[in-house]
């Protein structure tokens, strides 16, 4: 047999292809691979369950990201899973692989972040597994949460007419990555610069400590607006908004004067001579939260200040569009992140 390389998958073609071997076995798995949490039945309620991984190299680079932020960050990526199914995170347990390059100290730090999310977020650590790696830090966390039955929100519920709303702005995160790239390299370069990052706190900060949206969650359940379908921000809104358009089987159509984008990451992105509108749609790492409404919803939410009305819902699911300024017509396409 020849070998086939994993590159000619991509990331959700081996997903695909691992979840088609798969059957489930059990009444109580209510949903499997595909969303943000798997949805198991817990009697009352639904348990939600997920995990993310972070690796050094491909997730971060030890060179500019603060352990304690690395700690942070690891812990709010997965309540952001959660919160995406529109659930309360509970517990987390937290695996650990390292090496000899890493201090007590240092594993120290890691964990005052870990511990700073756990208390932001009200969840317990609860276990984990700790084990040697031959360089890089890496760190596995695995989530559980909670949700009513009739309040669980999957990426399909979409339908026809709905609001597109998405929270806080987006492309941020990835200008602070920027950022960060560049002065790292100026720095390399020239040792003796000092970093250049005070004008871009913004943007640095957005890459850095990066906030699951739990208190989004929070004012929904106050205003009994239940998502017709959500997703968090983890690859950019375009891919996001494509699994969204695949899975409910519907498509979408936003407006890039209605796209919620900071004036420091326009202009930084302008400054570096990247298109910003391309930086907000493709950016990702900004763990913003990505729903559709139903039209009757819209009243009770639209002087919420962070939530930002898109675009909305229509028919065909081949048809997925970004309207410019101008008024052109152009078709969405999911760069996100290329693993392999
Ligand atoms: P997210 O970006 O929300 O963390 P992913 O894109 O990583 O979600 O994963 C999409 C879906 O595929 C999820 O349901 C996840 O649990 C599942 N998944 C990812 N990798 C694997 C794997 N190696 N084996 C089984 N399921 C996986
Ligand atoms: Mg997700």
Not at 57 to 78: E, I, M, R, S
Request: glycine letters at 8%.
């Amino acid at each position: 047999m020849p070998r086939q390389e994993i590159s000619t998958l991509g990331e959700f073609g081996l997903i695909d292809r691992i979840s088609k071997r798969f059957e489930k076995q059990l009444p109580s798995t209510i949903y499997g691979i595909g969303d943000d949490a798997a949805v198991i039945d817990a009697g009352n309620e639904y348990i939600l369950m997920s995990t993310d991984m972070l690796i050094e190299g491909p997730h971060f680079n030890l060179q500019y990201v603060p352990l304690k932020h690395l700690g942070y960050k690891a812990v709010a990526v997965n309540v952001s899973d959660i919160a995406a199914m529109n659930g309360r995170p509970e517990q987390i347990t937290i695996s650990l692989g390292l090496s000899n390059r890493f201090s007590v100290e240092a594993i120290d730090e890691l964990y005052e972040g870990i511990k700073a999310a756990c208390k932001n977020f009200n969840v317990d650590l609860v276990g984990g597994d700790t084990t040697s790696s031959p360089s890089g830090l890496v760190i596995a966390i695995n989530i559980i949460g909670r949700v009513a039955k009739d309040k669980v929100v999957y990426r399909n519920g979409a339908k026809l007419n709905d609001i597109i709303c998405v929270t806080g702005d987006v492309g941020a995160a990835y200008m602070g990555l920027q950022v960060l790239e560049r002065e790292r390299e100026v720095f390399l370069a020239n040792p003796e610069m000092q970093p250049d990052i005070e004008k871009y706190e913004y943007l640095v900060g957005r890459q850095l400590k990066p906030e699951a949206r739990m208190d989004i969650i929070y004012d929904l359940d106050e205003l009994k607006i239940v998502p017709t379908a959500m997703i968090d921000v983890s690859d950019g809104i375009a891919s996001e908004l494509l699994h969204i358009s695949t899975q409910s089987g519907v498509g979408v159509k936003i407006f890039e004067d209605k796209l919620p984008i900071d004036s420091q990451t326009y202009e930084t992105a302008v400054e570096m001579n990247l298109d910003p509108v391309t930086c907000a749609l493709n950016g990702g790492e900004d763990y913003e939260l990505l729903f559709t409404i139903t039209p009757s919803d819209h009243e009770k939410l639209k002087n919420h200040p962070d939530i930002h009305f898109v675009g909305h819902i229509h028919s065909d699911p081949s048809q997925n569009q970004l309207i410019t300024k101008q008024g052109n017509v152009f078709g969405l396409k999911a760069q996100g992140w290329q693993h392999f």
